[in-house]
């Protein structure tokens, strides 16, 4: 066994060992300084320097350069957040930060979202560091903060300010993609991220008459809001397949056998099992209200109340979305915008993607690569500003029976120590021939 896949599991481990929860919060978000020491002094233990670059105290990321055989051709950008989403130890059959080993599984917050492929960069740098292998193009590697509350403090900052550690990048990897899905032990589908949804988060204000909550009142804020707010909650935008969805129903539903009505994909998705939700809403525009704000006083009728919406919209559609949003809220609640990045689609096509193709089918004869759209957002988003062609490909093979997408921001978020060992070997395959 080559020491990176004997290595992998101790390199996740020590991360998953440092809290670096993401309250959203600069002032309580405090590890991802500490996560990026570790990974510099794993990366200057073999000869690799590396730049920590920190937005705010202690908002760290990290970027590293391998120089490949050919400067002439374009850089392979491979990221990773450091972050995690904060996980409630009393909720969880283990402690979220201990790095425990068991039942095969390695346990902890960021087992795969996304500390696993963070651990799997390491463990094939650090291989190549000591036996001399150079990779064909150069590697830039950037494990970031502040992923897990829009990157603004990571990946945006990165290319804001120090976009040219990132100069010649023309195509890059991270999370969310090359992970399995089992239909027989002959047929394991793994879904890599060619697309991911545009996050539009909307803050709703209606205004009223302020007033006496004893009186006879016809104009209240409270009232319209929530109006609005039910309204768009129950809405169910049309159905709109965009390529990479067609893609992906066509490819699985010949796979799994399944009869695919190209007017009513959702009965397809319905038969997916465990990954129909992360699917189930690449079909369509999704509006989903999460927070309300109204009033300072149970007799107080107040003069303006707000609602935010977490608005997830498909490749080309952002315009169409806002449109059909307003008719449904109305002409009187304003809308705001509070945080808008666009979606991101790339065909599933060239060597890239051919070298993933090949590198799974090394290391499972059963596998078959498909690409998928992400309903939530990554990294590439802000990596994407720079023109880099971004996919979700941190190779993973997952038991038939876990369901993969509950872990994600889950309680007993756990990785498969043998997956994650698969995964080094598919990624060591897959960068030496990229
Ligand atoms: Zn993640």
């Known amino acids: 066994m080559s020491s990176s896949v004997d290595e992998v599991v101790d390199l996740c481990r020590d991360l998953l060992r440092i809290d670096t929860t993401n309250t959203g919060d600069n002032a309580t978000s405090a590890g991802e300084r500490a996560a990026a020491e570790y990974v510099a002094e794993k990366l200057a233990e073999v000869g690799v320097s590396s730049e920590i670059h920190e937005s705010a105290p202690g908002r760290a990321s990290l970027v590293a350069r391998i120089p490949g055989t050919d400067p002439g051709r374009g850089a392979l950008l491979v990221h990773g957040h450091l972050d995690v989403v904060p996980a409630e130890a009393a909720e969880w059959s283990v402690p979220p930060f201990a790095?425990?080993?068991?039942?095969?599984?390695?346990?902890?917050?960021?087992?795969?979202?996304m500390k696993d492929f963070d651990a799997m960069v390491l463990a094939v740098v650090r291989e190549w560091q000591r036996t001399g292998v150079r990779p064909p193009r150069d590697i830039v590697l950037a494990f970031t903060a502040d992923e897990e509350a829009g990157g603004d403090f990571g990946a945006h900052f990165l290319v804001d300010k120090h976009r040219h550690l990132l100069d010649g990048c023309t195509e890059?990897?991270?999370?969310?993609?090359?992970?399995?899905?089992?239909?027989?032990?002959?047929?394991r589908l793994y879904l890599i991220e060619t697309a991911e949804k545009g996050i539009n988060w909307l803050r709703l204000h209606a205004r009223g008459r302020p007033g006496h909550g004893s009186m006879v009142h016809d104009d209240n804020a409270v009232t319209a809001l929530a109006e609005a707010v039910a309204r768009v909650g129950r809405h169910r935008f049309p159905v709109v397949v965009t390529p990479t969805v067609r893609a992906f129903l066509e490819e699985v539903s010949e796979a799994l056998g399944i009869e695919l009505d190209p007017d009513d994909p959702e009965a397809a998705i319905g038969k997916l099992g465990t990954i129909a939700n992360i699917i189930g809403a690449t079909v369509r525009n999704t509006a989903n209200p999460t927070r309300l704000d109204a009033g300072y006083k149970d007799n107080?009728?107040?003069?303006?109340?707000?609602?935010?919406?977490?608005?997830?919209?498909?490749?080309?559609?952002a315009d169409l979305f806002l449109e059909q949003l307003r008719e449904v809220i109305g002409p009187d609640v304003e809308i705001e915008h509070v945080q808008?990045?666009?979606?991101?689609?790339?065909?599933?096509?060239?060597?890239?993607?051919?070298?993933?193709?090949?590198?799974?089918?090394?290391?499972d004869p059963a596998a078959r690569p498909v690409p998928y759209m992400l309903s939530g957002g990554t990294d590439a988003k802000a990596f994407n500003r720079l023109g880099i062609r971004c996919f979700g490909f941190a190779p993973l093979q997952l038991p038939p029976d876990l369901n993969f997408s509950a872990l994600f921001h889950g309680i007993d978020e756990r990785v498969p120590v043998e997956g994650l060992q698969f995964g080094v070997r598919v990624l060591d395959r897959f960068l030496r021939n990229s």
Request: proline fraction near 4%.
């Open 172 to 187: 890059g990897i991270g999370e969310v993609g090359g992970f399995s899905y089992t239909v027989s032990k002959d047929l």
């Open 340 to 363: 808008r990045q666009p979606a991101l689609e790339t065909t599933f096509d060239g060597a890239l993607v051919d070298a993933m193709a090949a590198a799974l089918r090394a290391e």
């Open 99 to 113: 790095g425990e080993i068991k039942d095969g599984f390695l346990w902890g917050r960021g087992a795969i979202d």
């Open 300 to 317: 107080v009728i107040p003069s303006r109340a707000s609602a935010t919406i977490d608005c997830r919209t498909l490749p080309g559609q």
